[in-house]
């Protein structure tokens, strides 16, 4: 664990003794409003363009559709304007993106059943998420916001590979907790250390908050 508490970006769920069987047949209805919520945060400022060409007969011949923005993306691309242009990360904005990687982190928790908490838009809960907040000037090279996304490509790779895995033992999870009420410990911490990585990619590569390259480690 003394790799991943030195990283800027650290990520400790409690492992729950008992968990309830209704809300956990019933999660993914139960989800939906704080879901909801989520997306009209994260999603706020997302545009969808239709572009259909058609023939002077009226017949269509091309339909594209290009979905751009989104509060994800427009905040990762400011911060890294200010990083470039003007060395700073103001504390203020510092402050909203962490606590809204907080709040999709006990969303994601939740979902994942991995706490019977229901996801709290203030409070911590039994999701630990810190990430440091970065001394621009002496911790972040004003170039590499311009780079990282295409670092972190490998990171990006080996994910999707792992999320994948996390939501097959996630289903094995749920059943074991319909019959014993209890979340199997080794798929708990399989399921969290995958979003312990997630995480600190997203600080490199999203929130860029520092310059240190992700381990490629669950720990």
Do not use: C
Request: avoid cysteine; charge should be neutral; charged fraction near 15%.
């Amino acid at each position: 664990m003394a790799e991943e508490s030195a990283y800027a970006a650290r990520l400790q769920i409690d492992y729950p003794e008992k968990l309830d069987r209704l809300t956990t047949f019933f999660r993914l209805i139960w989800i939906i409003p704080i879901a909801v919520i989520l997306g009209l945060i994260t999603g706020a400022g997302q545009t969808v363009t239709n572009t259909v060409v058609v023939n002077e007969a009226g017949k269509v011949l091309k339909e594209t559709r290009n979905v751009a923005g989104g509060t994800m993306v427009g905040l990762t691309a400011a911060t890294a304007l200010m990083i470039i242009f003007r060395q700073r990360y103001p504390r203020w904005w510092f402050d909203f993106a962490r606590e809204l990687a907080r709040f999709q982190t006990r969303v994601g928790a939740y979902f994942l059943l991995l706490t019977d908490q229901y996801p709290s838009t203030v409070e911590e809960q039994a999701v630990h998420l810190e990430i440091d907040y970065p001394d621009v000037p002496n911790d972040l090279n004003r170039l590499m916001p311009l780079i990282k996304w295409l670092l972190a490509v490998p990171h990006y790779v080996v994910l999707a590979f792992l999320s994948i895995g996390a939501l097959f033992v996630t289903i094995i999870a749920w059943f074991a907790i319909l019959f014993t009420g209890r979340y199997p410990l080794g798929i708990f911490d399989y399921v969290v250390g995958v979003m312990r990585w997630g995480l600190r990619v997203n600080a490199y590569a999203g929130l860029l908050v520092t310059d240190r390259y992700p381990p490629f480690s669950m720990q």
